[in-house]
């Protein structure tokens, strides 16, 4: 099983930028895909999900309004639309993915990075 995150690029302040996630290797109903950021001397954090049977969202209160994750089965991709972005956006952002249920991410992507400027 392999995830791979790309999309990430620079741009100002109130762009968007839409991130994928290309799933590979087998079905993943019943689990769910998560986005994270890590910033340069900060730690990981969540900012976004999506259950892979339903479609479900799921967002931190700092995201909410600005960010959007979404699935798409028929190209086993998982999406993060990311608009109205901040300075404060700025990171490499990752998927990863683990059972409904599961205390640990089974499988992680490697990062992109995400630069916004002022």
């Known amino acids: 099983v392999q995830l791979q995150a790309y999309g990430g690029g620079s741009v100002q302040a109130g762009g968007s930028l839409r991130l994928s996630c290309a799933v590979s290797?087998?079905?993943?109903?019943?689990?769910?895909m998560d986005w994270f950021r890590q910033a340069p001397g900060k730690e990981r954090e969540f900012v976004g999900r999506?259950?892979?049977?339903?479609?479900?969202?799921y967002y931190p209160d700092f995201v909410k309004g600005r960010f959007t994750a979404s699935r798409d089965k028929d190209k086993n991709t998982v999406y993060l639309q990311m608009n109205s972005l901040k300075p404060e956006d700025t990171a490499v952002y990752s998927c990863?993915?683990?059972?409904?249920?599961?205390?640990?991410?089974?499988?992680w992507g490697q990062g992109t990075q995400v630069t916004v400027s002022s």
């Open positions: 990863a993915t683990r059972s409904i249920g599961a205390s640990e991410y089974s499988y």
């Open positions: 290797g087998r079905a993943f109903s019943g689990y769910l």
């Open positions: 999506v259950y892979w049977s339903s479609g479900r969202e």
